[in-house]
């Protein structure tokens, strides 16, 4: 039972950032690394792929489906975490540490959790519940 609520609330998690790529790219265009090629059309792309992986993971009707988005979220939040670990630098390097070490430190702990509950909730894997 566990394991459809968390698909559900990760599946709305990523709607929700997908949105806000999407409808407010300004944020993430801060917090993008000089070396991103076309920034803008990152933000986008990078909202569509929040949406479609959500909408994969959310939907019941087909494993195979389910798999792929999980996958997919799976590799966009490793894909991502160059610009979380920039935007922690340019934080730390502000006067007032902009948003400080109580929010960069959790959300860099995060980010591999986000990687292992996209996998696990998506049916790609059990580790480490598997029953032995």
């Known amino acids: 039972m566990i394991r459809p609520a968390l698909r559900w609330t990760l ?6 950032a997908g949105y806000f790529h ?13 070396w991103v090629p076309w920034p803008e059309a ?5 909202g569509v792929a929040e949406l479609l992986g959500a909408a994969a993971l959310a939907q019941p009707l087909s ?3 389910r798999r792929a988005g999980a996958i997919g979220l799976a590799l966009y939040a490793i894909c991502v975490f160059p610009a979380n ?12 540490h902009g948003f ?4 960069h ?5 995060a980010q591999p959790m986000l990687v292992w509950l996209a996998l ?11 029953r032995r």
């Open 100 to 103: 400080g070490l109580g929010y």
């Open 105 to 109: 430190v959790p959300r860099m702990f």
């Open 42 to 46: 990152v933000v986008f792309w990078t």
């Open 120 to 130: 696990w909730t998506g049916g790609v894997t059990d580790w480490p519940l598997r």
């Open 22 to 34: 999407l409808a407010a790219p300004a944020s993430f265009l801060k917090i993008m690394p000089g």
């Open 63 to 65: 494993a195979p489906l």
């Open 11 to 16: 599946a709305a998690f990523y709607i929700v």
């Open 85 to 96: 670990i920039h935007h922690f630098a340019l934080d730390m390097a502000r006067p007032d």
